[in-house]
């Protein structure tokens, strides 16, 4: 592809999910599009249909055509469109215009969800090389997850999604011990081998997960090649559960359950198939994992 100069034309492939953010761009469309037309981008608009429509979009259509992606929807979509553009093999910049209800990985970018202010990012921002996951073939923008609170963390009222109260709000209503699902794995990673019976666990890239900030710490970097990792060992007693909860209220990760460390990547072998989501997706069931860190996958829209 010829380099550009800021007087080229960019030829720009626009895909939204219509249902996301109770149909907002849908609303402000003639918004998006006049914007594009002002700043000198031909663009081709395309409202995906269903699940992975746009993963499939990307991939299939020569993205080589387009000198810009922009995508408009949750970070679902947005792992879509990246999942594609890296099995298209192609390296053309990503735009994003958040639309979801979390919107984790745009807020950890510092882009914005204000429409207006999005489509400035993208026209007049800069290009961002950003770290990506694969895991077990498929590609992950931000975050692969299993265990308690996979199924609830993106469905929850905003009011609990304070600091990290959710997690105390989930626990105090565990009645008894022995109804926390935990999961019998053995690890290989960056730190070694490691072998317990975990409720929970993440591997992320992002500041924020299932809206809460500064889960995963505050020396987080996007293209380090290194992932967060964030385990959480079955609590033998209430003291421990309680430990657990004041740790995540506190984001200190001392607890005596919790293992914090960072990984270029991960082996997960499972004796129990495990249930996990990517980017907040639910994203198969397996008992064997894989998850590699793909450094500077991607480039994506980011502010000066």
């Not at 993963?55 to 929807?73: F, M, P, Q, T």
């Not at 919107?103 to 090389?129: P, Y």
Request: neutral net charge.
């Amino acid at each position: 592809m010829k380099k550009l100069s800021k007087k080229d034309p960019k030829r720009t492939l626009f895909v939204y999910n219509p249902r996301a953010g109770k149909g907002t761009v849908v609303k402000n469309l003639h918004e998006i599009v006049d914007a594009f037309a002002k700043a000198k981008y031909p663009v081709t608009v395309y409202p995906t249909q269903e699940q992975g429509d746009a993963c499939k979009l990307v991939e299939n259509r020569d993205a080589g055509l387009y000198d810009l992606i922009v995508c408009s929807g949750g970070d679902g979509t947005l792992r879509e469109v990246v999942n594609g553009l890296m099995k298209s093999g192609v390296s053309t910049p990503v735009g994003y215009i958040p639309a979801g209800s979390t919107n984790d990985f745009a807020r950890s970018l510092g882009l914005s969800d204000d429409i207006t202010e999005a489509l400035k990012i993208i026209t007049r921002g800069k290009t961002f090389l950003c770290d990506a996951g694969n895991f077990n073939g498929e590609n992950f923008v931000y975050i692969a997850a299993f265990g308690l609170f996979t199924d609830v963390s993106y469905a929850t009222n905003q009011q609990w999604k304070n600091i990290f109260g959710h997690v105390a709000y989930i626990l105090e209503g565990v009645k008894s011990l022995s109804s926390i699902q935990s999961y019998d794995v053995q690890i290989e990673c960056d730190e070694g081998a490691m072998h317990g019976n975990y409720i929970y666990g993440m591997v992320t890239n992002s500041l924020s997960v299932g809206g809460f900030k500064n889960i995963t710490g505050k020396d987080v970097s996007f293209d380090d090649g290194k992932f967060e990792v964030i385990l959480i060992r079955r609590p033998a007693t209430f003291a421990e559960l309680n430990d657990i909860v004041i740790s995540l209220v506190r984001q200190s990760f001392d607890a005596v359950c919790i293992q914090s460390f960072k990984t270029s990547y991960l082996k997960i072998k499972s004796r129990d198939e495990v249930n996990w989501t990517l980017d907040g997706e639910f994203g198969g069931t397996y008992t064997d994992v894989e998850i590699q860190n793909v450094q500077k996958a991607f480039p994506i829209m980011v502010r000066k």
